[in-house]
Nanobody, 122 residues
């Protein structure tokens, strides 16, 4: 069982930066691929970034602006978001799946946090 808690969301202006954090419980954190998804009002949940032993993966819409990282000692996953745009506005979710391979489909992740709101004003 893995429990995830996100933090770091907020209201920022276009061009600003934010760093989201995800705290994971569990003693086998290193065995999980971790990811960030987001969901805007009226839209489906979409993949943002993932990290695992196999490497990192990003959605095209955030490539070059967002960076995912993890601290295995602290059981933490981060999403550094730079050059934010109004279209990045969404609830951001941390997710985990027992795999060493990254996945981009929400249904392939078994564990989810409660989400943190990111709002980017123009």
């Amino acid at each position: 069982q893995v429990q995830l808690v996100e933090s770091g969301g907020g209201l920022v202006q276009a061009g600003d930066s934010l760093r989201l954090s995800c705290t994971a419980s569990g003693r086998t954190f290193s065995s999980y691929a971790m990811a960030w998804f987001r969901q805007a009002p009226g839209k489906e949940r979409e993949f943002v970034a993932a990290i695992s032993r196999s490497g990192n993966k990003y959605a095209d819409s955030v490539k070059g602006r967002f960076t995912i990282s993890r601290d295995y000692a602290k059981n933490m996953v981060y999403l550094q978001m730079n050059s934010l745009k109004p279209e990045d506005t969404a609830v951001y979710y941390c997710a985990a799946r027992l795999s060493v391979v990254n996945g981009v489909i929400p249904q392939s992740y078994a564990y989810w946090g409660q989400g943190t709101q990111v709002t980017v004003s123009s």
